[in-house]
């Protein structure tokens, strides 16, 4: 059990995709104008994560070392659909908003990196709980990302106004400002991490 | 006495000049373009000067204290970046503009990289494009020089861009700075007394901001009207930020290249990328821009320009 919620929490800090391992950077930079659409790709990849670990970790022995790669593939994209098809059917809105990234899962370098590196050598629970951790940290990376860059871009929150008067930062929602975002939150935690060493 | 026996490598002649010192110089020098742009602006241009100039060496002081660094707010560049700053935005822009481009020029452009001397691009053109990219309808309402209000002219690039320079600005309007622009790059007068102090003292060479304003003035004559040749080159060198541009932040110590050899080669894509932005680009100037994407490229100048050492 203790094993398990150790590979839990990895993911969310100590190992955490987009801060620490910095993978997964292309959605990042590209839906993080708002909240509720990094909550939303959030939740996809995490979704998709979820259940590749499982389905990986599980046909492991049964997969061909050559062919391990295109075999991740195609069990990615099976998920990769049935979370598309579903925000086409339950959030429209949010379908439009993401556009092209939400089938852009199957290449994300976090889902294939977590097949290739924890679920073909390990256990069904424990890859449950690495997909879920790492999930998780990508998702709040999101969120962390997202609110900063729509507070300071348009001076809302999840679409409320919190400062009123507040003349919003147009650079903070362009693409310049999502590079600009994600370098200064990286300095700012390698910053924290060599203080503490 | 064998205390005064130092062994240390080369090189060992010693000069005056310090890093302090270069500073303050410079600052000295830029002071005519700045009593140059109140007299032509009024008082509201020293207060954004002022309101630059505090919140960057504010900035720096804060920034250092918390990361425990060497305090170095007295060496003068901090001053510098908040002047230059300041005499990149129009004078009518509201005192929180200077104070947050400020902020960001020296955090973003400077401490970041790791202070003085690390940093990549200039810290004064970083908070200006940042400006730029933020708030452009501040950035872009040039107040009309000598009415003192709120009345609003644009520069003569922007109309030379939109095609209505119907009556032309003299050239002696244009160099003692009758025009619509920026707070310091309206005086050309001003601005070259200042260069004068800078390149008597030996603290800037010749070859940046000539090699600048020379391709500048050949590719405007050459391309800068519908006929070959026939281009206003001497309006395109006085209107603009050129002359600020190529004197006072096109020759920044850390972030142009070293060797005489490299700094033409500089001088001349900055030159490049603003004739390029101004004739043909969407902006009506180009000058920020182009020196910065040239302090981009500066690593690469320095390495293929680096002197051969005597020997090897």
């Known amino acids: ?27 990042t930079l590209a839906v ?41 593939i195609v069990i990615i994209a099976t998920f990769v659909t049935i979370a598309e098809m579903s925000m086409k059917a339950y959030s429209p809105v949010l379908d439009r908003a993401l556009g092209i990234y939400v089938p852009l899962i199957v290449v994300n370098c976090i889902v294939l990196g977590r ?22 940290g990508f998702t709040l990376a999101l969120i962390l990302i997202s609110a900063i860059r729509e507070f300071l871009g348009s001076g809302q929150l999840l679409g409320h106004t919190l400062v009123k008067g507040f003349e919003p930062i147009f650079v903070f929602g362009m693409p310049s400002g999502a590079l600009l975002v994600i370098g200064l939150l990286l300095g700012f935690f390698n910053f924290l991490k060599n203080r503490k060493t | ?53 505090i919140a960057a060496v504010s900035t720096e002081w804060v920034f250092e204290l918390i990361t425990r660094r060497k305090v170095t707010i007295l060496d003068g560049s901090a001053v510098i970046t908040g002047i230059l700053l300041a005499y990149n935005l129009p004078s009518g822009v509201p005192l929180w503009l200077p104070v947050a481009g400020a902020i960001f020029s020296i955090i973003v452009g400077k401490a970041v ?26 950035m872009t309402a040039f107040p009309k020089p000598f009415s003192y209000d709120a009345v609003t002219s644009a520069t003569p690039l922007a109309l030379l861009k939109e095609g209505k320079l119907v009556e032309h600005i003299s050239y002696w309007n244009l160099f003692l ?20 102090i800078l390149l008597i003292k030996g603290y800037i060479t010749w070859h940046i901001p000539i090699t600048y304003i020379f391709t500048t003035a050949l590719l405007t004559y050459i391309f800068g009207a519908k006929q070959f040749f026939h281009g206003d080159w001497l309006f395109h060198i006085l ?34 990328i603003t004739v390029v932005i101004r004739l043909w680009g969407g902006y009506p100037e180009g000058v920020s821009y182009a020196i910065l994407m040239m302090n981009a490229a500066t690593p690469f100048i320095d390495r293929y320009t680096r002197n051969r050492i005597y020997g090897t």
């Not at chain 1, 022995?61 to 790669?69: G, H, N, Q, S």
């Not at chain 2, 490598?9 to 010693?14: L, Q, T």
Request: charged share 10%.
């Open chain 2, 1 to 53: 006495m064998r205390n005064n026996l130092i062994v240390s490598g080369s090189p060992h002649i010693h000069k005056k000049a310090s890093v302090s010192r270069i500073m303050w110089t410079v600052v000295l020098s830029t002071i005519p373009a700045g009593i140059a742009g109140v007299i032509i602006f009024g008082w509201d241009a020293l207060w954004i000067i002022l309101a630059a100039t």
């Open chain 2, 113 to 138: 990289f790791g202070g003085l001397g690390q940093n990549i691009f200039n810290p004064a053109l970083v908070g200006r494009v940042f400006l730029m990219a933020s708030w452009p309808k501040y």
């Open chain 2, 239 to 272: 209107s603009g930020g050129l002359i600020l541009g190529a004197f006072f932040m096109a020759t920044d110590y850390v972030a142009t290249p070293l060797t005489p050899k490299g700094q033409v080669i500089f001088g001349v894509g900055c030159g490049l």
């Open chain 1, 32 to 72: 993080s104008v708002t909240v509720a659409n990094g909550i939303g790709m959030g939740i996809a990849a995490t979704f998709v994560l979820l259940g590749s670990s499982v389905i990986v970790s599980l046909i492991k022995d049964l997969i061909p070392d050559r062919i391990r790669i295109p075999c991740y």
């Open chain 2, 177 to 196: 700075g009758n025009r619509g622009g920026c707070i310091g790059e309206v005086c050309i007068l001003a601005l070259l007394i200042g260069a004068a």
């Open chain 1, 115 to 136: 097949a290739e590196a924890f679920a073909c050598n390990n256990s069904m629970s424990r890859s449950f709980f690495d997909g879920l951790g790492m999930g998780l």
């Open chain 1, 1 to 27: 059990m203790k094993t398990l919620i150790k590979e839990f929490t990895r993911g969310i800090i100590k190992e955490n995709p987009t801060f620490v391992l910095v993978l997964g950077l292309c959605p």
